[in-house]
């Protein structure tokens, strides 16, 4: 892990493992997904140790706090080293799942568009009998 003083916010996403490359990082950030200590910043903003980022991806949105810094990606262990989440953010996710869960129905009503297969087995059994 290379210690370095300040880093490029969108080369630190890419390294915590945020963003699956530097380019989806810097499109989050240009995009408004992502603040440092709560102000909207570009993809060349400095960040150090202490920092702390608002990040939103889909649904989901955390807030950690830099602990590391590091311009290499490396593996998972080690890049979850590098920053801590906060207790709110880690709560708010969980309540969010939960909901997300208790909200799902069925992936679509009965009778509306095309069989599923279940329904396609009923329909072949029953005009295999009718012939």
């Given at each position: 892990?290379?210690?370095t003083?300040?880093?490029r916010i969108d080369k630190w996403l890419w390294a915590a493992r945020f963003f699956r490359s530097r380019a989806l990082s810097r499109k989050a950030v240009e995009g408004g997904k992502v603040h440092?200590?709560?102000r909207r910043v570009k993809p060349?903003?400095?960040i150090k140790a202490g920092d702390?980022?608002?990040i939103r991806q889909g649904s989901c949105s955390r807030t950690v706090r830099i602990v590391g810094l590091s311009g290499q990606r490396g593996p998972a262990p080690i890049?979850?080293?590098l920053?801590?989440?906060t207790e709110e953010s880690i709560l708010r996710r969980e309540q969010e799942a939960q909901q997300r869960r208790s909200q799902a129905g069925p992936l679509r009503s009965r009778g509306r568009g095309?069989?599923?297969k279940r329904e396609r087995r009923h329909i072949i059994r029953f005009t295999q009998r009718s012939e």
């Open positions: 892990m290379e210690q003083e300040r880093i440092c200590n709560g060349s903003h400095m702390t980022l608002q890049a979850a080293a920053y801590r989440e095309r069989p599923a």
